[in-house]
């Protein structure tokens, strides 16, 4: 098991609901990286945070946005879900240019 | 666009055997690819990683190739053990030099091993 942990494991929202989901990355790493994974499909990149700043982003919508504090949590925030929103979300941490750990995920389902 | 993707859904082999997973990806500037293995209910596990300077890469009864003319990446796992059942994702890198963010996955490959 790696050293990073998130919440909730579950979690279950209505359309055009907000949602913010947190990990807390392995200690001594310094960036989180989230990615949204679909039934069936490999894990797509969010975006990355290094010390507190975004660092990279992939193709999701401004309503996807994040936060990484001082000790290097991160949180991912949605707003306005969508039924497409439904998908794993993963978070991973690193150092920058390290190998990256990953979480077990938070399943949100948007009803 | 980029792409990462892979020939097989599915792969079923028997306990012992050896599998091999195959992945193509087009983005012919890549210079750095991840395999990881899923398992139910868990996030992607590194496994083992090359470099595009490189055709192969041996760990622990899994061995990478990478053919840079075809743009091809293969995982092989020897002895094929039960536990080895989970699906495999190959991963490009292709954030910027010294980041290694961003990773494009292929759609995975679930490997299931017959006892």
């Known amino acids: 098991e790696t050293g990073v942990t998130q919440s909730p494991t579950h979690l279950i929202k209505t359309r055009g609901q907000q949602v913010t989901l947190r990990c807390s990355s392995q200690?001594?790493?310094?960036?989180v990286s989230w990615y949204q994974q679909a039934l069936g499909q490999g894990p797509q990149f969010i975006f990355q945070?290094?010390?507190?700043?975004?660092?990279g982003r992939g193709n999701f919508p401004p309503r996807f946005s994040g936060l990484q504090f001082p000790n290097y949590s991160s949180e991912l925030n949605v707003n306005a879900l969508e039924l497409d929103d439904s998908a794993l979300y993963l978070c991973a941490s690193s150092l920058l240019a390290g190998e990256q750990f990953f979480g077990p995920g938070t399943r949100l389902t948007v009803l | 666009g980029e792409s990462v993707g892979l020939h097989l859904p599915t792969l079923s082999v028997q306990e012992g055997d050896n599998s091999i997973i195959n992945c193509a990806y087009s983005?012919?500037?890549?210079?750095?690819f991840i395999w990881y293995k899923q398992e139910s209910g868990k996030g992607p596990q590194f496994i083992i990683d090359?470099?595009?300077?490189?055709d192969k890469r041996q760990g622990q009864r899994v061995t990478v190739l990478l053919n840079k003319t075809v743009k091809h990446l293969s995982l092989q796992i020897a002895a094929t053990q039960p536990g080895d059942s989970a699906v495999y994702f190959c991963?490009?890198?292709?954030?910027?030099?010294?980041?290694?963010?961003?990773?494009?996955f292929g759609k995975g490959t679930k490997l299931s091993v017959k006892p």
């Open positions: 983005n012919s500037a890549s210079d750095y």
């Open positions: 991963a490009e890198n292709i954030g910027d030099r010294g980041s290694q963010g961003n990773l494009i």
């Open positions: 090359i470099r595009s300077n490189m």
């Open positions: 200690s001594g790493h310094n960036t």
């Open positions: 945070y290094y010390r507190e700043e975004e660092n």
